[in-house]
T-cell receptor, first 109, second 118 residues
Framework: DAKTTQPPSMDCAEGRAANLPCNHS???????VYWYRQIHSQGPQYIIH???NNETNEMASLIITEDRKSSTLILPHATLRDTAVYYC??????????FGGGTRLMVKP | DTGVSQDPRHKITKRGQNVTFRCDPI?????LYWYRQTLGQGPEFLTY????????KSRLLSDRFSAERPKGSFSTLEIQRTEQGDSAMYLC????????????????FGAGTRLSVL
């Protein structure tokens, strides 16, 4: 599986959009981009995934660049409850997920 | 719809003792995964099952670790002769795998079992 690079930490003001970047320059054509988050002392929570097109669900939006070498997770109106570690993962084989260090997002009042 | 359930949530044991954790996946999910997470790190893959068959094991899974999924439903992870380095959060996840590479195979995680070895 391809590796991903994320900034170790980010801050966001409550109510503002949080934009979390991820680089995956070695992604293969059949690999999906998945985003999970982990709130302290809980298991990872699935957020969203995509292949080529931008995706949106009730939690977030995922923007994937045309060359698929990077993506951005957008939380449109961040709340204090969105404070967590966010993991960007690329995966195609349907077996193990390879987690990197993730981005620790701190939403501040 | 119940999510992935793990039991116990916390386990404290003395070095050298054996421990067993249980994971109940989401009903009808055919794949079940075990991960381990140490403080400040992301989860690391240990092993996974498709139905009853254990299909892959990480080199992290030493001889002291054994996982089973006897009827293709719940799974157990046993650690024999625990060591202080085994202290970690043990996470279980499940998914409904349809057999096509790259197709949606979202893994849903339980809350984990936190093991402390004294």
């Amino acid at each position: 599986d391809a590796k991903t690079t994320q900034p170790p930490s980010m801050d966001c003001a409550e109510g503002r959009a949080a934009n979390l970047p991820c680089n995956h320059s070695t992604i293969s054509g059949n690999e999906y981009v998945y985003w999970y988050r982990q709130i302290h002392s809980q298991g990872p929570q699935y957020i969203i995934h995509g292949l080529k097109n931008n995706e949106t669900n009730e939690m977030a939006s995922l923007i994937i660049t045309e060359d698929r070498k990077s993506s951005t997770l957008i939380l449109p109106h961040a709340t204090l409850r969105d404070t967590a570690v966010y993991y960007c993962i690329v995966n195609n084989a349907g077996n193990m997920l390879t987690f990197g260090g993730g981005t620790r997002l701190m939403v501040k009042p | 719809d119940t999510g992935v359930s793990q039991d116990p949530r916390h386990k404290i044991t003395k070095r050298g003792q054996n421990v067993t954790f249980r994971c109940d996946p989401i009903s009808e999910h055919n794949r079940l995964y075990w991960y381990r997470q140490t403080l400040g790190q992301g989860p690391e893959f240990l092993t996974y099952f498709q139905n009853e068959a254990q299909l892959e094991k990480s080199r992290l899974l030493s001889d002291r670790f054994s996982a089973e999924r006897p009827k293709g439903s719940f799974s157990t992870l046993e650690i024999q002769r625990t060591e202080q380095g085994d202290s970690a959060m043990y996470l279980c996840a499940s998914s409904s795998f349809k057999g096509l590479a790259g197709v949606k195979n979202i893994q849903y995680f339980g809350a984990g079992t936190r093991l402390s070895v004294l």
